[in-house]
């Protein structure tokens, strides 16, 4: 699902919202995720998960074309850990799914 898809089902399921209006209200909750991510601050939506921010610290790495040691810097990543009830939906789903729809 896009960004678009989720702003056309937004606009659908809720006929008072004009698709400009869909669309602010999905730019301004990515966005208010993202400040708060950037931030390094933890958002939880309940049921659903919650992003947090890890830490990777430096390390030697190697090129693999030329196998010479390269230095990898620390990291900021974001990290999403799924919620319970989403982790039941998603076990659900793939329990009714025979072998050959895969």
Known sequence: MTRSDLVDQLAAH???LTHRDAE???KTILDA???ALENSHRVEIRGFGSFSVSHRPARIGRNPRS???VVVPEKRMPHFKPGKTLRMLVDQDSATDTPGDR
Request: hydrophobic fraction near 40%; proline fraction near 8%; glycine fraction near 8%.
């Open 14 to 16: 809720f006929p008072q």
């Open 24 to 26: 602010l209200a999905v």
């Open 33 to 35: 995720l993202s400040d």
């Open 67 to 69: 196998g010479e040691r």
